[in-house]
C-alpha cells in the first residue's frame, strides 16, 4: 500500500508523541519542523481519525456527562456520581451526599456566608461532612423551621449541626416553614424578626438546597406537610417541583396557589441573585424538578446521580 510522504509524515509525528512520549519541542528540534506545525499536524490527526483518544475508567463517562451539562446549561460546576441498576439506590445516596460535603469544603473561604433549606439530602450531606474551622464564616436558615417533631431535617437544626462541623457562627429563622394559614403567613412576613432573617437569607454567598418532587417524593409530603387536599392543588396549577419556599412550575417560576403563599422563606427567584446555588438531588425522579430550576437560572452548581445526569441531557 503506497503511503504519502504528508501522511508519513503525519504517522511519525503522531507515533513519537502518543506512543514514544516525545514533547512537542522534542520532535519539532528532531524534525526541523516549528512547533505551531506541529500541534496542527497532531490536531488533523485527531481530525482525520488516525488518533482516537478514550479514557479507561469507569467514572469518565460520569465526567463527561457533568461537562455535557455544564455547556448546556451555562453552569460552573456539576459534579455526577456514577450509578446504574446494579447500584444499591442507598449507597448512591451516600456518595451523592460525600461528594456535595468535599465540594461544599473545598470551596469554603473565612467571612463567607452560607444558606441552608432543608430535607434527608441536606441532613445527609451534614452527616458525611468532616470537621474543620472556619470560626469567620456564618451559616444561616433560607426557609422557616418546620416543626420540633421532625427536628432531624428542620432547618434550624441542619444549620446548628453544620456550623458545629465548620467551628463556624450560625443564625436561626424563627417561623414555621408552612404556615396554618395565608393570613398568618403574611402577618409573620411582616415581623421584624422574620424581616431579619429574610434579609439575611438572600445575601448569603452559598445556597445549599434540597428538590422535591410532590408528585413522587417530597420531604414535604413524605413529613404529612402534603395530604389529599393539597396534593389536588399542586396537581391543578401545574407544580414540577419544590425548594426553598416555593412550589414551581416547568420554568422555575413560583406557583401562585395557597400552598407556596403559606410557606415562609425565600423563593426560586431569589435564588438568581445569589452567587453561587448548589442544589443536590438522588434518584431519576428528580430530574423532572431539577430541570425547571436550571432554565430558571436557579442554579450554578448541581451535585447528582448518573441517572439524573443521563435524564438531563
Given at each position: 500500500m503506497k503511503i504519502s510522504e504528508d501522511r508519513r509524515k503525519m504517522l511519525k509525528?503522531?507515533?513519537m508523541y502518543y506512543e514514544q512520549g516525545m514533547t512537542q519541542a522534542m520532535i519539532s528540534q528532531k524534525m526541523g519542523i516549528s512547533r505551531p506545525v506541529i500541534s496542527k499536524i497532531l490536531q488533523q490527526a485527531k481530525e482525520a481519525g488516525?488518533?482516537?483518544i478514550s479514557i479507561k475508567d469507569e467514572s469518565a463517562y460520569a465526567v463527561e456527562l457533568g461537562l455535557r451539562l455544564e455547556k448546556k446549561y451555562q453552569l460552573d460546576d456539576v459534579i455526577v456520581v456514577p450509578a446504574n441498576d446494579q447500584r444499591l439506590i442507598e449507597t448512591v445516596q451516600r456518595e451523592v451526599s460525600r461528594a456535595a460535603s468535599f465540594y461544599l469544603k473545598e470551596r469554603l473561604e473565612d467571612g463567607m456566608s452560607v444558606g441552608l433549606s432543608w430535607g434527608t439530602t441536606l441532613a445527609d450531606m451534614i452527616d458525611e461532612m468532616s470537621y474543620c474551622s472556619f470560626p469567620t464564616t456564618n451559616v444561616c436558615p433560607l426557609v422557616g423551621g418546620?416543626?420540633?417533631?421532625?427536628?432531624?431535617?428542620d432547618t434550624n437544626h441542619l444549620v446548628f449541626r453544620l456550623a458545629e462541623k465548620l467551628n463556624s457562627r450560625c443564625q436561626y429563622f424563627y417561623a414555621p416553614a408552612l404556615a396554618e394559614s395565608i393570613?398568618?403567613?403574611?402577618?409573620?412576613?411582616?415581623t421584624q424578626l422574620v424581616g431579619k432573617a429574610m434579609e439575611q437569607a438572600k445575601?448569603?454567598?452559598f445556597a445549599i438546597i434540597g428538590v422535591g418532587n410532590p408528585n413522587e417524593s417530597s420531604t414535604w409530603k413524605r413529613l404529612g406537610y402534603i395530604e389529599t387536599k393539597e396534593m389536588q392543588i399542586?396537581?391543578?396549577?401545574?407544580?414540577?417541583?419544590?425548594?426553598?419556599?416555593?412550589?414551581?412550575?416547568?420554568n422555575g417560576q413560583t406557583v401562585n396557589n395557597e400552598l407556596s403563599n403559606r410557606m415562609l422563606g425565600i423563593k426560586v427567584e431569589d435564588l438568581v441573585n445569589i452567587p453561587n446555588v448548589m442544589v443536590i438531588g438522588c434518584g431519576k425522579e428528580k430530574a423532572?424538578?431539577?430541570?425547571?430550576?436550571?432554565?430558571?437560572?436557579?442554579c450554578t452548581i448541581l451535585v447528582i446521580d448518573q441517572m439524573i445526569a443521563e435524564a438531563l441531557v
Amino acid at each position: 500500500m503506497k503511503i504519502s510522504e504528508d501522511r508519513r509524515k503525519m504517522l511519525k509525528i503522531v507515533t513519537m508523541y502518543y506512543e514514544q512520549g516525545m514533547t512537542q519541542a522534542m520532535i519539532s528540534q528532531k524534525m526541523g519542523i516549528s512547533r505551531p506545525v506541529i500541534s496542527k499536524i497532531l490536531q488533523q490527526a485527531k481530525e482525520a481519525g488516525i488518533v482516537s483518544i478514550s479514557i479507561k475508567d469507569e467514572s469518565a463517562y460520569a465526567v463527561e456527562l457533568g461537562l455535557r451539562l455544564e455547556k448546556k446549561y451555562q453552569l460552573d460546576d456539576v459534579i455526577v456520581v456514577p450509578a446504574n441498576d446494579q447500584r444499591l439506590i442507598e449507597t448512591v445516596q451516600r456518595e451523592v451526599s460525600r461528594a456535595a460535603s468535599f465540594y461544599l469544603k473545598e470551596r469554603l473561604e473565612d467571612g463567607m456566608s452560607v444558606g441552608l433549606s432543608w430535607g434527608t439530602t441536606l441532613a445527609d450531606m451534614i452527616d458525611e461532612m468532616s470537621y474543620c474551622s472556619f470560626p469567620t464564616t456564618n451559616v444561616c436558615p433560607l426557609v422557616g423551621g418546620v416543626s420540633s417533631e421532625h427536628l432531624y431535617f428542620d432547618t434550624n437544626h441542619l444549620v446548628f449541626r453544620l456550623a458545629e462541623k465548620l467551628n463556624s457562627r450560625c443564625q436561626y429563622f424563627y417561623a414555621p416553614a408552612l404556615a396554618e394559614s395565608i393570613t398568618l403567613a403574611e402577618v409573620l412576613n411582616d415581623t421584624q424578626l422574620v424581616g431579619k432573617a429574610m434579609e439575611q437569607a438572600k445575601n448569603v454567598d452559598f445556597a445549599i438546597i434540597g428538590v422535591g418532587n410532590p408528585n413522587e417524593s417530597s420531604t414535604w409530603k413524605r413529613l404529612g406537610y402534603i395530604e389529599t387536599k393539597e396534593m389536588q392543588i399542586i396537581k391543578e396549577t401545574g407544580v414540577k417541583g419544590d425548594a426553598v419556599a416555593s412550589l414551581f412550575d416547568k420554568n422555575g417560576q413560583t406557583v401562585n396557589n395557597e400552598l407556596s403563599n403559606r410557606m415562609l422563606g425565600i423563593k426560586v427567584e431569589d435564588l438568581v441573585n445569589i452567587p453561587n446555588v448548589m442544589v443536590i438531588g438522588c434518584g431519576k425522579e428528580k430530574a423532572e424538578s431539577i430541570e425547571p430550576l436550571l432554565l430558571g437560572k436557579c442554579c450554578t452548581i448541581l451535585v447528582i446521580d448518573q441517572m439524573i445526569a443521563e435524564a438531563l441531557v
